[in-house]
């Protein structure tokens, strides 16, 4: 299984970006797929998730302001993010599992590399 992340980079406070995490090597339909996110000095974080069947979860932090969605045919799943904060600033990751409670969870099996999402003026 692959997962290969993209899409961050340096954004202004108030700003979007939308990051993509292409997989392969498994039956995408199947799988919950999850958005994390680790900053400087911090524990790594569920930013979001979404199951095999549209379902979603998203942390406090982030409702209102970020979306996830997939895309079955292309084996793709995307963050949205929007009104950026420079609180938001991490190296984001993307994860999956056949359990949607594991990639609530934390403990998925499968790992993408992290993009870097930093939010300065």
């Known amino acids: 299984v692959q997962l290969q992340a993209c899409g961050g980079g340096l954004v202004q406070p108030g700003g979007s970006l939308r990051l993509s995490c292409a997989a392969s090597?498994?039956?995408?339909?199947?799988?919950?797929m999850g958005w994390y996110r680790q900053a400087p000095g911090k524990e790594r974080e569920l930013v979001a998730a979404?199951?095999?069947?549209?379902?979603?979860y998203y942390a406090d932090s982030v409702k209102g302001r970020f979306t996830i969605s997939r895309d079955n045919a292309t084996n793709t799943v995307y963050l949205q993010m929007n009104s950026l904060k420079p609180e938001d600033t991490a190296v984001y990751y993307c994860?999956?599992?056949?359990?949607?409670?594991?990639?609530?969870?934390?403990?998925?099996?499968?790992w993408g590399q992290g993009t870097l999402v930093t939010v300065s003026s």
């Open positions: 090597g498994l039956t995408f339909g199947r799988y919950a």
């Open positions: 979404i199951s095999g069947g549209g379902n979603t």
């Open positions: 994860a999956a599992d056949r359990g949607f409670s594991t990639v609530v969870a934390g403990t998925s099996d499968y």
